[in-house]
């Protein structure tokens, strides 16, 4: 199949443009398209037939479910069963924004969309062209993240064609995405809301609008049990690895430099290639190993930016060896930290201790 590629000016385009997009998510083709997250790959969310496709284009294991994309609260009602008080007041307050919330289904969302189960995720974006293809082609667009499974979520249009062209019917380019990490994924389906991953909008945001809210037991265990079952089918399967090994180093700040130093040097003493993952702060410190600007310890919202891109950029680089400075785990750093070490297969030294 030829993927269509069409540039889209965010600043002058008007619904027109969108009509060939609309068109082929009407026919029950797929359609790559940015929001303000991470690119996804879209199909109308009500044709089993659809849902499929994704599966086959991103070679996604078919337990593993679709969010659905809406642009008003009531889409939400044709598609939940059931909206209970706190997802009306997390609405209210996170959309349309990067949160998915995930409810009982009504029987018109097909299981192929929601890998077989009973509820389904949605989620309003704020993304203009997000918004606009879902309006023009009238339909709500099951959307994971456009990247081929396993590989890094894409943050721009030439990730989606690097990992899916000739796989899907079209590429709608609209630049770089703002926030570079997926929507924060809660369950309201239970008595407390329950974070099944971290995302940009965090707990501590969460509970200043419902009061109590929950994470769920995965997410919180660094060496998460074989025998526990993730609630988010899609916290199971390795995910945004490079092609190298990546490895976190933690701890205080000089150690961590000094242990990456150490390994970077060992590294390409043995003839690696090695890539090392920095922050404007500590760039300056590494003498061996190709090093890369992730974004600023001081401003968090630029490391989740700079980190599936930074991924991307180690493949093209062909690094072998990646070392990776980690990051506090507050705030925005729960769902940082999750991607990292979900992407190093949870490979991580802690400098001055040992290997966890
Ligand atoms: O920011 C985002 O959420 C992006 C953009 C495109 O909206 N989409 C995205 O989709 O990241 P995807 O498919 O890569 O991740 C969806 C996550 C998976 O971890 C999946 O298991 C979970 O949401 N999920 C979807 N439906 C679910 C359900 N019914 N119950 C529990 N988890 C669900
Ligand atoms: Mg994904």
């Avoid at 030829?2 to 008007?14: G, R």
């Avoid at 679709?66 to 009602?77: G, N, P, S, W, Y």
């Avoid at 000094?258 to 500590?282: D, F, Q, Y």
Wanted: net charge negative; glycine share 10%; charged share 25%.
């Amino acid at each position: 199949m030829k993927t269509k590629y069409q540039v889209i000016d965010l600043n002058h385009y008007t619904e027109a443009d969108l009509a060939e997009a609309g068109r082929i998510i009407c026919e029950g083709g797929l359609v790559a398209f940015p929001t303000e997250t991470v690119y996804g790959l879209g199909a109308d969310a009500l044709q089993e037939e659809a849902a499929r496709k994704i599966y086959a284009a991103k070679g996604r294991p078919s337990d593993n479910p679709l969010i659905v994309h809406i642009t008003k609260m009531e889409d939400l009602e044709a598609l939940a069963e059931e909206v209970p008080e706190c997802a009306r007041k997390l609405a209210g307050a996170f959309w349309p924004g990067p949160l998915t919330m995930v409810f009982p289904k009504k029987p018109a969302v097909p299981y192929g969309t929601t890998g077989g189960l009973d509820t389904v995720a949605v989620r309003m974006p704020s993304h203009p062209l997000a918004r606009d293809l879902i309006r023009v082609s009238g339909r709500f667009l099951a959307a994971p993240s456009a990247n081929a499974s396993g590989r890094p979520s894409p943050t721009r249009a030439s990730h989606v064609k690097d990992d899916l062209d000739g796989r899907i019917d079209m590429i709608l380019d609209g630049g770089e995405v703002n926030i570079g990490l997926e929507s924060t994924v809660v369950d309201v389906t239970g008595e407390v809301p329950t974070i099944l991953r971290p995302g940009y909008v965090t707990q501590e945001m969460m509970q200043r609008v419902v009061g109590r809210v929950e994470i769920d037991r995965a997410i919180l265990e660094e060496n998460v049990d074989r025998h526990f079952v993730p609630k988010a089918p899609g916290m199971k399967y390795r995910h945004y690895a490079p092609k190298g090994s990546l490895t976190v180093v933690e701890g205080e700040e000089e150690a961590v430099i000094r242990e990456i130093c150490r390994l970077a040097e060992e590294g390409v003493k043995a003839g690696k290639r090695v890539g090392i993952i920095a922050t404007e702060e500590t760039a300056g410190r590494y003498p061996a190993g190709m090093v890369r600007v992730i974004g600023s310890r001081a401003d968090e919202e630029s490391v989740a930016h700079g980190l599936f891109a930074i991924l991307r950029e180690f493949d093209d680089l062909e690094a072998q060896l990646i070392y990776s400075e980690g990051f506090g785990e507050q705030g925005l750093g729960r769902a940082i930290m999750n991607r990292l070490l979900k992407a190093a297969g949870h490979q991580v030294i802690t400098a001055g201790g040992e290997k966890v």
